[in-house]
């Protein structure tokens, strides 16, 4: 199993381009499946993740094909396998974003019961509710969820109608609105998810021939369409990933310039980190950074967008390990998300947990010290925490990293990073 050794103590420097996000890329790709013709994707990023959506898009029977470097082709016409495996599934959570386009455009679906990053619980109860309230009926066998729909006569079209989710919920709000573009008239989704990522795909799916509006607010109208048509998309910069860099840069005391970014989708991040005490400057899609001095320890509370992500959580906890006060992090979307604090007192942090809050005191010095990483954010944080620590850390169980980071070794190491991946 892959590990990562860092030598601490070196101050970041330098330029970093943003890859595309993750987490607009995977919905996007599973919006394929609604359309008999095909949809080219540029800016995709090379991550595990998208390489699992591409195996299971392939045994459902489309065709995937890497045009370029960053780009992809997929052609659904010929879905011949209405099924998500559980030997897929169970490594990705996001794989439960097959059901809705796959009811919607066949009538029927059958998807494992997902897996992912122990991080907390989070239920599908929300896509069946929205998926029943759209027409179809659902049961769960064996471990796998069973959609189908049966219309007096024979049809097998969903039929649009309101939607209230209980909980505010990303992939649910993407699930039920490419359920919701081929569905029989309009569906309303209210208390939807306001991410850039849902707006991505909203306007990915206006382009293939859908018909939403307001993605972005927390009430999304679909008016269904019969068909959607081919188009062409590009990925848009990964949020996450620049948040990351940019915690890592000032954990460091160092000076970054980011390439490619989108500033508008990081202002919770950047709040934050002038409040730390970061000099920032922001113009068109770079990002400017620079830590003259020990970061200030801030306060944050997770909350769903715009509010503080819960997916940078991890990376500022350990930038307020090394920072002068004392913080408290309060994390009010999933329940085990600070497994990584565990691991980072190991390395001389001083952090108290009780529940869903953590107290974080600021030490001058961390030190390098075995982890492992029990999640994908979890992965960055510790390797934030090692940049910033003296002497070796060695991080175990880092394929969490090959999901959701391009290339994070490569570009690390052309800020200064001292960081090598070994066995």
Known sequence: ?????????????????????????????CAAILSAEPLTVTNVPRLQDVATTAKLLTTMGA?????????????????????????????????????????ARFGRARVSLPGGCAIGQRPVDL????????????????????????????GTRLRGAPIFMDLVSVTGTENLMMAATLAE???????????????????????MGARISGAGESEVTIEGVERLHRADWRIMPDRIEAGTFLAAAAATRG???????NPSHLTAVLDKLREAGARIEVSGDT???????????????????????????????????????????VETIFENRFMHALEMKRMGAQ???????????????????????????????????????????VIDRIYHLDRGYEAIE??????????????
């Open 1 to 29: 199993m892959d590990k990562l050794v860092i030598e601490g103590g070196t101050r970041l420097a330098g330029e970093v381009e943003v890859s595309g996000a993750k987490n607009s890329a995977l919905p996007v790709l």
């Open 63 to 103: 065709s995937v094909e890497r045009a370029a470097d960053h780009t992809m082709v997929l052609d659904c016409a010929r879905l011949d396998r209405l099924e998500a495996p559980y030997d897929l599934v169970r490594t990705m959570r996001a794989s439960i974003l097959v059901l809705g386009p796959m009811v």
């Open 127 to 154: 896509h069946i509710k929205g998926l029943q309230a759209l027409g179809a009926e659902i049961s769960i066998e064996h471990g796998y969820l069973e959609a189908r729909v049966e219309r007096p006569g024979g």
């Open 185 to 207: 008239g309009t569906t309303v989704i209210q208390n939807a998810a306001r991410e850039p990522e849902v707006v991505e795909l909203a306007h990915c799916l206006n382009a």
């Open 255 to 261: 000076e970054l310039l980011m390439r490619g970014a």
């Open 287 to 329: 990002i400017a950074l620079s830590m003259p001095t020990r970061a200030r320890a801030v306060n944050l509370r997770t909350a769903p967008y715009p509010g503080f992500a819960t997916d940078m959580q991890a990376q500022l906890m350990a930038l307020d390990c090394v920072a002068e006060g004392t913080s408290t992090i």
């Open 351 to 393: 952090i108290e947990i009780d529940g869903n809050t953590a107290v974080v005191t600021g030490v001058p010095q961390l030190d390098g010290a075995a982890v492992m990483a029990t999640d994908l954010r979890a992965s960055a944080s510790l390797i934030i925490a090692a940049l910033a620590a003296r002497g070796e850390t």
């Open 410 to 423: 490569r570009k690390l190491s052309g800020l200064g990073a001292k960081i090598r991946r070994t066995r």
